[in-house]
Nanobody, 120 residues
Framework: QVQLVESGGGLVQPGGSLRLSCAAS????????MGWYRQAPGKERELVAT???????YYADSVKGRFTISRDNGVNTVSLQMNSLKPEDTAVYYC??????????????WGKGIPVTVSS
């Protein structure tokens, strides 16, 4: 069993900052790509940012220059530093990871999601 648990969401004013964290635990042999997705009310889930095991990153155009993704391979965590937040960043944020368990193939895992609300 593998679990992804997010933390750090909440309510913030426009222009403010939040830091999301996600910890992977369980039967983990290796973690490939980790990332964050979000789903706003009435919209489809969209990719926010990803990071590979070697540290290569990708950002959606809407968050470039404002969000920074990082990971700590030693403790199987991925974080998302969100600065200059806008009301349109309001969404439920989901942690995602491609994880290989012992004696298994690589699989896609998701956290339960954590809400982020940007409002004055």
């Amino acid at each position: 069993q593998v679990q992804l648990v997010e933390s750090g969401g909440g309510l913030v004013q426009p222009g403010g900052s939040l830091r999301l964290s996600c910890a992977a635990s369980g039967n983990i042999f290796s973690i490939n790509r980790m990332g964050w997705y979000r789903q706003a009310p009435g919209k489809e889930r969209e990719l926010v940012a990803t990071i590979t095991g070697s540290g290569s990153t990708y950002y959606a155009d809407s968050v470039k220059g404002r969000f920074t993704i990082s990971r700590d391979n030693g403790v199987n965590t991925v974080s998302l530093q969100m600065n200059s937040l806008k009301p349109e960043d309001t969404a439920v944020y989901y942690c995602n990871a491609i994880i290989t368990s012992r004696f298994s193939i690589a699989m896609d895992y998701w956290g339960k999601g954590i809400p982020v609300t940007v409002s004055s």
